[in-house]
């Protein structure tokens, strides 16, 4: 039996709910009398929606009293009079307007909106840039789940036509491939600024770390012409996470074989007017597998035995900021990156390095200014400055051809505009400008006596891109392209310790076209076709060498590219199960022309050449269904005949290296409320590590699987196992990769601090 007992209450309990209350009160809003509206703008695909125009009426009849913008990540943050009603417009170019009413009662209020496309021809033109300049392109976007210990190579290995060439362990030296290509035709972009270096040798992702990253877009054939034109396989652009409305701190922690460490932590909220993110990630890792030695007799099996990987340690840190504020209606942001890596350099597995090792520093700055002018026009101004220092030391010759101990600095500072448009005949239209000038200072610090000269490249782009749609929406068509100037200032040193140095300077022009276009056939199919021309200048390292093994060649023409690709994509956004909600099926034809190629003489001597053709055919395919109501199925795969056309009778035809003809990648999911596991399969066949086709890849298959568990709220538990089998493979020969590996993963996410 229930009794109801009135008491009045005592003073300790009217001290604590005023205590109570002066708490709450510290998690209100800074404007008394206001309730604030959080939420995210999305386009019919769940895509974000930036610089959408929201706006608040308290009254149809009345005009709006207070108006923002959604910023890149599509998120908005809104103080609104504490009101009993009114109601939010949300508009954005391209897209139907939505009103919707609103009940103002709460402090703390998240609502989402969902724009619906429609034709570009408008009343109104109080509207921002459609997303859609990258419609028509092949993009694939993977969102980063940091409660698992995954590296960006393990995320990039099973994506779409992407072959990752790997030395080792975590942090080894790994560069990307798509589509066939070499690594220094993919381009790496890191929040819009551009990793790849003037001195050549593709970007090394295996010291890039994954923190912070929200998601990666993955470019292939048709790339957008912001990215500008030395994209001849494609792009790979790694977005971190945009500024969080809440304040929110995260922190997680794992631990796995060959001594595997790491600690990551981060912090956003909100200073005034300003909104914050802060993040620290440590990682390291021993790399001391086991693998099968054949101690350089590839073909004699009696010696063969299990040897331990050395020298192959490594050790990361990342620390990054964000801020940024609303100006005017217009946004500002500042980006700082500072990364920072030590690793060994372990060698051939049968004559393995003890001492060889190579550091990286690496610091980026950028600041942006973007927003929306009343005509309806939009602009983004970027300025950035990015320095890295790499020191490679090997004062006993373990590695390369001699003692060597390098101090090398690349500095990077440049400017870039947009400006975006509905423009006359409602083609929507955007025009970019980028200019920087790129330093490249190399030191030896064992030859202390030798002048240290700044080699440099400076470089103006001036691009366009248009889209016009045909045919209320089911017929886009966009053509762009850009014009680059480049010029050279390099010091070619003499070839003996008294020869006279000499300065070399060249120049060259780079253009591209791209064209493409969409035809939606009903609601769930659209067909797409591209064509572009590409053009990659060559590097530093080709064009003057490294004063060692390689000569350069001062003469050597840009590589051009012709990528054409048809494709099919189905898209249904029903999720009942049962369902595949996402197939793509693409052939591509590229061929790359003046292809630069080294060429060995009798001393082992090399030099660049533009004497090679590349023909590039394949089939891609990649889906996304939901099988039953607990098990989702991703996957993809991609058979490619990357030929090669070299004038050489014994090369004539072959297959070029690290192009496997068979590559399929399957995962699966099973998720429920508090408990979720994984299964990963891969499969790669017909593979060859060399160009002569002498040395192929045994088929390899590799399983992964892993399993997250919620146990408290905002805390997960996550074990993963790598290589379940155990499987010896290699993507360069004498540089085994590990076999089975564990990992323990701990993830906590506190919110509003």
Same mark, same amino acid.
């Given at each position: 039996?229930?009794?109801?007992?009135?008491?009045?209450?005592?003073?300790?309990?009217?001290g604590?709910?005023?205590a109570?209350?002066? #708490?709450q009160a510290?998690?209100?809003l800074?404007?008394?009398?206001?309730?604030?509206?959080t939420?995210?703008?999305?386009?019919g695909?769940?895509?974000?929606?930036?610089?959408?125009?929201?706006?608040?009426?308290?009254?149809p009849?009345?005009?709006?009293?207070q108006?923002?913008?959604?910023?890149?990540?599509?998120?908005?943050?809104?103080?609104?009079?504490?009101s009993?009603?009114?109601h939010?417009?949300?508009?954005a170019?391209?897209?139907?307007?939505?009103?919707?009413p609103?009940?103002?009662?709460?402090?703390? %209020?998240?609502?989402?909106?969902?724009?619906?496309l429609?034709p570009?021809?408008?009343?109104?033109?109080?509207?921002?840039?459609?997303?859609?300049?990258d419609?028509?392109?092949?993009?694939?976007?993977?969102?980063?789940?940091?409660?698992?210990?995954?590296?960006?190579?393990?995320v990039?290995?099973?994506?779409?036509s992407?072959?990752?060439?790997?030395?080792?362990?975590?942090?080894?030296l790994?560069t990307?491939?798509?589509r066939?290509?070499?690594?220094e035709?993919?381009q790496?972009?890191?929040?819009?600024?551009?990793?790849?270096?003037?001195?050549?040798?593709?970007?090394?992702?295996?010291?890039l770390?994954?923190?912070?990253v929200?998601?990666?877009?993955?470019?292939?054939?048709?790339?957008?012409?912001?990215?500008?034109?030395?994209?001849?396989?494609g #792009?790979?652009?790694?977005?971190? +996470?945009?500024?969080?409305?809440?304040? *929110?701190m995260?922190?997680?922690?794992s631990?796995?074989?060959?001594?595997t460490?790491?600690?990551?932590?981060?912090?956003?909220?909100?200073?005034?007017? /300003?909104?914050?993110?802060?993040?620290?990630?440590?990682?390291?890792?021993?790399?001391?597998?086991?693998?099968?030695?054949?101690?350089?007799?590839?073909y004699?099996?009696?010696?063969?035995?299990?040897?331990?990987?050395?020298?192959?340690?490594?050790?990361?840190?990342?620390l990054?900021?964000?801020?940024?504020?609303? #100006?005017?209606?217009?946004?500002?942001?500042?980006?700082?990156?500072?990364?920072?890596? *030590?690793?060994?350099i372990?060698?051939l597995?049968?004559n393995?390095s003890?001492?060889?090792?190579?550091d990286?520093?690496?610091?980026?700055?950028?600041a942006?200014?973007?927003?929306?002018?009343?005509?309806g026009?939009?602009?983004?101004?970027?300025?950035?400055?990015?320095?890295?220092?790499?020191?490679?030391?090997?004062?006993?010759g373990?590695?390369?051809?001699g003692?060597?101990?390098?101090?090398?600095t690349?500095?990077?500072?440049?400017?870039?505009?947009?400006?975006?448009?509905?423009?006359?005949?409602?083609?929507?239209?955007? #025009?970019?400008?980028?200019?920087?000038?790129?330093?490249?200072?190399p030191?030896?610090?064992?030859?202390?006596?030798r002048?240290?000269?700044?080699?440099?490249?400076?470089?103006?782009?001036?691009?366009?891109?248009?889209?016009?749609?045909?045919? +209320?929406?089911?017929?886009a068509?966009?053509?762009?392209?850009?014009?680059?100037?480049q010029?050279?200032?390099?010091?070619?040193?003499?070839?003996?310790?008294?020869?006279?140095?000499?300065?070399?300077r060249?120049?060259?022009?780079? /253009?591209?076209?791209?064209?493409?276009?969409?035809?939606?056939?009903?609601?769930?199919?659209?067909?797409?076709a591209?064509r572009?021309?590409? +053009?990659?200048?060559?590097?530093f390292?080709?064009?003057?060498?490294?004063?060692?093994?390689v000569?350069?060649?001062?003469n050597?023409?840009?590589?051009?590219?012709h990528?054409n690709?048809i494709?099919?994509?189905?898209?249904?956004?029903?999720?009942?199960?049962?369902?595949?909600?996402?197939?793509?099926?693409?052939?591509y034809?590229?061929?790359?022309?003046?292809l630069?190629?080294?060429? *060995?003489?009798s001393?082992?001597?090399?030099?660049?050449?533009?004497?090679?053709?590349?023909?590039?055919?394949?089939?891609?395919?990649?889906?996304?269904a939901?099988?039953?109501?607990?098990?989702?199925?991703?996957?993809?795969?991609?058979?490619?005949?990357?030929? %090669?056309?070299?004038?050489?009778?014994?090369?004539?035809?072959?297959?070029?290296?690290?192009?496997p003809?068979?590559?399929?990648?399957?995962?699966?999911?099973?998720?429920?409320?508090?408990?979720?596991? /994984?299964?990963?399969?891969?499969?790669?066949?017909?593979?060859?590590?060399?160009?002569?086709?002498? +040395?192929?890849v045994t088929?390899?298959t590799?399983? %992964?699987?892993?399993?997250?568990?919620a146990?408290?709220?905002?805390?997960?538990?996550?074990v993963?196992?790598?290589?379940?089998?155990?499987?010896?493979?290699a993507?360069?020969?004498?540089y085994?990769?590990?076999?089975?590996?564990?990992?323990?993963?701990?993830?906590h996410?506190?919110?509003?601090?």
């Amino acid at each position: 039996m229930r009794h109801n007992i009135t008491r009045s209450p005592s003073n300790h309990q009217v001290g604590f709910f005023i205590a109570l209350c002066c #708490v709450q009160a510290l998690f209100a809003l800074p404007i008394s009398g206001s309730v604030e509206w959080t939420g995210c703008v999305y386009d019919g695909e769940n895509n974000p929606l930036p610089s959408a125009l929201i706006k608040f009426f308290p009254n149809p009849a009345t005009q709006p009293t207070q108006s923002t913008y959604s910023d890149s990540t599509g998120a908005y943050r809104l103080s609104l009079p504490n009101s009993s009603s009114g109601h939010v417009r949300v508009e954005a170019l391209g897209y139907k307007p939505l009103d919707q009413p609103v009940h103002l009662g709460l402090q703390t %209020n998240a609502l989402d909106f969902r724009l619906e496309l429609q034709p570009l021809l408008m009343d109104e033109l109080v509207v921002q840039r459609r997303r859609s300049n990258d419609g028509a392109s092949l993009v694939e976007k993977i969102t980063v789940d940091h409660s698992s210990n995954s590296s960006l190579v393990q995320v990039l290995d099973a994506a779409t036509s992407i072959n990752i060439r790997r030395y080792g362990g975590l942090g080894s030296l790994s560069t990307v491939s798509i589509r066939g290509s070499t690594s220094e035709q993919v381009q790496i972009f890191l929040d819009g600024i551009s990793l790849n270096s003037a001195n050549g040798g593709g970007v090394d992702i295996g010291r890039l770390p994954l923190a912070g990253v929200e998601q990666i877009e993955i470019h292939r054939g048709n790339v957008p012409s912001r990215f500008g034109g030395n994209s001849i396989g494609g #792009v790979v652009h790694m977005r971190t +996470r945009g500024l969080d409305r809440p304040r *929110h701190m995260r922190f997680n922690a794992s631990s796995g074989s060959f001594n595997t460490q790491r600690l990551g932590l981060s912090h956003s909220g909100r200073i005034g007017q /300003w909104n914050y993110l802060s993040l620290a990630n440590y990682s390291a890792s021993d790399n001391t597998f086991r693998f099968w030695d054949d101690n350089g007799t590839e073909y004699n099996t009696q010696d063969d035995e299990w040897a331990t990987r050395r020298n192959s340690d490594f050790s990361a840190l990342r620390l990054l900021n964000k801020m940024g504020r609303m #100006v005017s209606n217009n946004h500002l942001q500042v980006h700082s990156t500072l990364d920072w890596s *030590h690793k060994g350099i372990p060698g051939l597995g049968n004559n393995q390095s003890l001492y060889t090792r190579f550091d990286t520093w690496r610091h980026m700055i950028e600041a942006n200014f973007y927003g929306m002018r009343a005509s309806g026009h939009t602009f983004r101004l970027r300025s950035y400055y990015t320095e890295q220092r790499d020191t490679y030391k090997d004062l006993l010759g373990e590695v390369g051809t001699g003692l060597q101990h390098q101090n090398d600095t690349t500095q990077r500072y440049g400017m870039r505009g947009e400006f975006g448009a509905l423009m006359p005949l409602n083609i929507l239209g955007n #025009v970019f400008a980028n200019v920087f000038q790129e330093r490249f200072t190399p030191h030896d610090r064992l030859r202390p006596s030798r002048v240290v000269y700044t080699n440099r490249r400076s470089s103006a782009t001036l691009g366009i891109q248009a889209e016009k749609s045909l045919f +209320r929406e089911r017929i886009a068509a966009h053509i762009g392209g850009q014009g680059e100037w480049q010029k050279n200032q390099f010091l070619i040193p003499g070839p003996l310790a008294f020869s006279p140095d000499v300065i070399h300077r060249n120049s060259d022009v780079l /253009w591209g076209i791209r064209m493409g276009i969409s035809a939606h056939l009903g609601k769930q199919f659209k067909l797409q076709a591209h064509r572009g021309i590409y +053009r990659r200048a060559p590097s530093f390292f080709e064009l003057f060498g490294d004063r060692g093994a390689v000569i350069g060649n001062p003469n050597l023409q840009s590589e051009t590219g012709h990528n054409n690709d048809i494709g099919l994509v189905y898209r249904n956004l029903d999720t009942r199960p049962a369902r595949i909600s996402l197939f793509e099926l693409t052939y591509y034809h590229n061929r790359v022309n003046d292809l630069i190629r080294f060429i *060995h003489n009798s001393q082992q001597v090399s030099k660049p050449y533009n004497i090679g053709q590349a023909l590039l055919r394949g089939i891609e395919t990649r889906w996304q269904a939901q099988v039953l109501p607990l098990i989702n199925l991703n996957g993809n795969y991609t058979y490619q005949m990357a030929e %090669n056309r070299a004038p050489f009778s014994f090369e004539r035809g072959n297959d070029l290296p690290n192009a496997p003809r068979h590559r399929l990648s399957n995962s699966l999911e099973i998720k429920q409320s508090s408990w979720q596991c /994984w299964f990963e399969y891969q499969r790669e066949s017909q593979h060859y590590l060399d160009r002569a086709n002498l +040395r192929p890849v045994t088929q390899r298959t590799l399983y %992964n699987g892993g399993l997250r568990r919620a146990l408290i709220p905002s805390t997960a538990l996550t074990v993963e196992v790598h290589n379940i089998t155990d499987n010896q493979v290699a993507d360069l020969w004498g540089y085994p990769l590990p076999g089975r590996s564990y990992s323990m993963t701990l993830d906590h996410a506190f919110i509003r601090l």
